[in-house]
Nanobody, 117 residues
Framework: QVQLVESGGGLVQPGGSLRLSCAASGTIFSVKSMAWYRQAPGKQRELVATITTIGSTNYADSVKGRFTISRDNAKKTVYLQMNMLKPEDTAVYYC???????????WGQGTQVTVSS
């Protein structure tokens, strides 16, 4: 079973930036599309961005133009560069397979992002 470890979160002021990382164990990472999700307090987990094995990307409307998803298959890592952060971006961020796969790996612990002045 693949293990996912997210990191890079923290407290940042509105307008600031953070870069999240998600390291995956196992050998199948490079043949899978990946996704970032987030869950704010009292809300359901939502899809933020996806990236295919060849680097094609898609974003939720709420983050389009501000967030960039990327991957390094050699390092088995997917990244989320977040710029122009807003208070509504505050959430725990997770990575996993995209919804199109209809399955998920075990969820990692996530990484907390708090945007506040």
């Amino acid at each position: 079973q693949v293990q996912l470890v997210e990191s890079g979160g923290g407290l940042v002021q509105p307008g600031g930036s953070l870069r999240l990382s998600c390291a995956a164990s196992g050998t199948i990472f490079s043949v899978k599309s990946m996704a970032w999700y987030r869950q704010a307090p009292g809300k359901q987990r939502e899809l933020v961005a996806t990236i295919t094995t060849i680097g094609s990307t898609n974003y939720a409307d709420s983050v389009k133009g501000r967030f960039t998803i990327s991957r390094d298959n050699a390092k088995k890592t997917v990244y989320l560069q977040m710029n122009m952060l807003k208070p509504e971006d505050t959430a725990v961020y997770y990575c996993n397979l995209p919804p199109s796969y209809n399955v998920v790996w075990n969820w990692g612990q996530g990484t907390q992002v708090t945007v506040s002045s």
